[in-house]
Nanobody, 124 residues
Framework: QVQLVESGGGSVQAGGSLRLSCVAS???????TGWFRQAPGSQREGVVV?????????TYADSVKGRFTVSRDNAKNTLYLQMNNLKPEDTATYYC?????????????????WGKGTLVTVSS
């Protein structure tokens, strides 16, 4: 079992940037890891997932391609999400998630472990 703790959320104006971090309680290099988000009144949606054994690169939601970048530092047990050119529609609580056994998909129900989330607010 792994515990996940997100940080780095905050308020930013449209066009700005934020970097989210997710620190795991153990080694996550052999986990599928990802970021999901949930806006008020909406379902949780996948932002990006990263395959086991990968240090960078991932499968991104179309809405964030070219603006968000995921990376992972296995030595620090940390997953990152660099978010650039933020838009008001990116406003949501962002969650870090992981699974060792599920398929690595942009689908919340395959993930076994979740952080508590960090809030990102983008104003126009």
């Amino acid at each position: 079992q792994v515990q996940l703790v997100e940080s780095g959320g905050g308020s930013v104006q449209a066009g700005g940037s934020l970097r989210l971090s997710c620190v795991a309680s153990g080694y996550i290099g052999n986990y599928c890891t990802g970021w999901f988000r949930q806006a008020p009144g909406s379902q949780r949606e996948g932002v990006v997932v990263m395959q086991k054994g990968s240090d960078d690169g991932g499968t991104y939601a179309d809405s964030v391609k070219g603006r968000f970048t995921v990376s992972r530092d296995n030595a620090k047990n940390t997953l990152y999400l660099q978010m650039n050119n933020l838009k008001p529609e990116d406003t949501a609580t962002y969650y870090c998630a992981a699974t060792r056994t599920g398929s690595c998909l942009l689908y919340q129900y395959v993930m076994d472990y979740w952080g508590k989330g960090t809030l990102v607010t983008v104003s126009s």
